[in-house]
């Protein structure tokens, strides 16, 4: 079954600072990989998306994110953390041979410090 | 486009009273999803539905939980009888095709005491 890894359940960036937010997957073919982000009191909002292609992804609000089949990694990036970043990130995959099921990381909190 | 839309928002019970939850997804998208999310579990799928059809109920809990979809632009999660471990953010999301993305109603915070 296909599964997705955040190992980190919370990171501390400094406003102005590069920022990471990792993820790993599982899956027995070729992945579909997203990212959300989820604002308190809020629904889960798209941020990107790897269906094939280009390894780099780029998304909203300055987000971009690198799909590398080697490492089963689908990291999240941005070159300059904004203090409004703040949320809760989860990363996503679906197994496109296997069925349509979206299966959630159990997400990292992103903290900028101003 | 109003987004995927969710009733009610929040949502208080008793143990043992049945819990409707509504959902109405973005109109033309052919996936519509159930999610459970509690700060134990993070965000667990229920349920997802292909052109109204259930595809995978694998992650309904137990026969208590119950859902339907009886037309495009309709669904429900119903919860008989709710119990306290219940008590989660429910969410609905809805997507256009397989590799597309998925939009995420507000949800509906269900409270059952």
């Known amino acids: 079954a296909q599964s997705v890894a955040q190992p980190e359940d919370q990171v501390n960036v400094a406003e102005g600072n590069p920022l990471t937010v990792k993820c790993t997957y599982s899956?027995?073919?070729?992945?579909?990989l997203f990212w959300y982000v989820q604002y308190p009191n809020r629904g889960l909002q798209f941020l990107l998306k790897y269906i094939t292609g280009d390894n780099l992804v780029k998304g909203s609000y300055g987000f971009e994110a690198e799909f590398n089949k080697s490492q089963t990694s689908f990291h999240l990036k941005k070159p300059s953390a904004l203090v409004s970043d703040s949320a809760l990130y989860f990363c996503?995959?679906?197994?496109?041979?296997?069925?349509?099921?979206?299966?959630f990381g159990k997400g990292t909190r992103l903290h900028i410090l101003p | 486009d109003a987004g995927v839309i969710q009733s009610p928002r929040h949502e208080v019970t008793e143990m043992g009273q049945e819990v409707t939850l509504r959902c109405k997804p973005i109109?033309?998208?052919?996936?519509l999803f159930w999610y459970r999310q509690t700060m134990m579990r993070g965000l667990e799928l229920l349920i997802y539905f292909n052109n109204n059809v259930p595809i995978d109920d694998s992650g309904m809990p137990e026969d208590r939980f119950s859902a339907k979809m009886p037309n495009a632009s309709f669904s429900t999660l119903k919860i008989q009888p709710s119990e306290p471990r219940d008590s989660a953010v429910y969410f609905c999301?809805?997507?256009?095709?397989?590799?597309?993305?998925?939009?995420f109603g507000p949800g509906t915070r269900l409270t059952v005491t």
């Open positions: 899956v027995s073919g070729n992945p579909y």
């Open positions: 999301a809805s997507s256009k095709t397989r590799q597309g993305s998925s939009y």
């Open positions: 996503a995959v679906r197994d496109p041979k296997r069925d349509d099921k979206i299966i």
């Open positions: 109109s033309g998208h052919d996936y």
